[in-house]
């Protein structure tokens, strides 16, 4: 079955980076997308952008571009999100998703989700 | 960027009641709209893509309609299980979700 395994929950002090990791296993890793997608306490859910694990390319969402790296290590199927420059307003829970890609349609949608990992940041 | 709202921001329903949420775009979007259901403390789960196609798994007492700048998620029967907060999402032009619905017991 398909599973996204995320890693462990994050303390930060603001000005530092996190590096959220994110681990498929049940299908193609390659044969996805992987998009990032936060959630604020008590908020709404925003996504952060996307990646192809397969050819490594990326697409940020406005907000966060210059801020957030994505990459990926195709030999233990897992992803990373790192978000650098951290502020109190990043204290959120970090979640991935798959992307499923309907190549007929064009419909996109994420099909599993990981688990979420809670980044707090905090001086 | 295209700006998704949704309606009403929250509702109360009982067990059987027949629930229909809202959700606009700010441009057309044809039918690239997906719905997703999250639970306190838990991932979303994806209910409905391209405007109406049910995810796999998915009870049939969910629905969706709608095109272009319009949709609407329909819970026929509203079951205990049902009360959550209720997302929709753009798949146009990157992802854009929308601000989210919460169902809650009356």
């Known amino acids: 079955q398909v599973q996204l395994v995320q890693s462990g929950a994050e303390v930060k002090k603001p000005g530092a980076s996190v590096k959220v990791s994110c681990k498929a296993s049940g299908y193609t890793f390659t044969s996805y997308d992987i998009n990032w997608v936060r959630q604020a306490t008590g908020q709404g859910l925003e996504w952060m952008g996307w990646?192809?694990?397969?050819?490594?390319?990326?697409g940020y969402a406005q907000k966060f571009q210059g801020r957030v790296n994505f990459t990926r290590n195709t030999s233990i199927s897992t992803a990373y999100m790192e978000l650098s420059s951290l502020r109190s307003e990043d204290t959120a829970v970090y979640y991935c998703?798959?992307?499923?890609?309907?190549?007929?349609?064009?419909?996109?949608?994420?099909?599993?989700w990981g688990q979420g990992t809670l980044v707090t940041v905090s001086s | 960027d295209i700006q998704m709202t949704q309606s009403p921001s929250s509702l109360s329903a009982s067990v059987g009641d027949r629930v229909t949420i809202t959700c606009r775009a700010s441009?057309?979007?044809?039918?690239?709209l997906n719905w997703y259901q999250q639970k306190p403390g838990k991932a979303p789960k994806l209910l409905i893509y391209?405007?109406?196609s049910l995810q796999s798994g998915v009870p049939s007492r969910f629905s969706g309609s709608g095109s272009g700048t319009d949709f609407t998620l329909t819970i026929s029967s509203l079951q205990p299980e049902d009360f959550a907060t209720y997302y929709c999402?753009?798949?146009?032009?990157?992802?854009?979700f929308g601000p989210g619905t919460k169902v809650d017991i009356k």
């Open positions: 990646m192809n694990p397969n050819s490594g390319n990326t």
């Open positions: 999402q753009q798949s146009h032009n990157t992802f854009t």
């Open positions: 998703a798959r992307g499923y890609y309907d190549i007929l349609t064009g419909y996109q949608r994420g099909d599993y």
């Open positions: 441009q057309s979007i044809s039918s690239y």
């Open positions: 391209a405007a109406s």
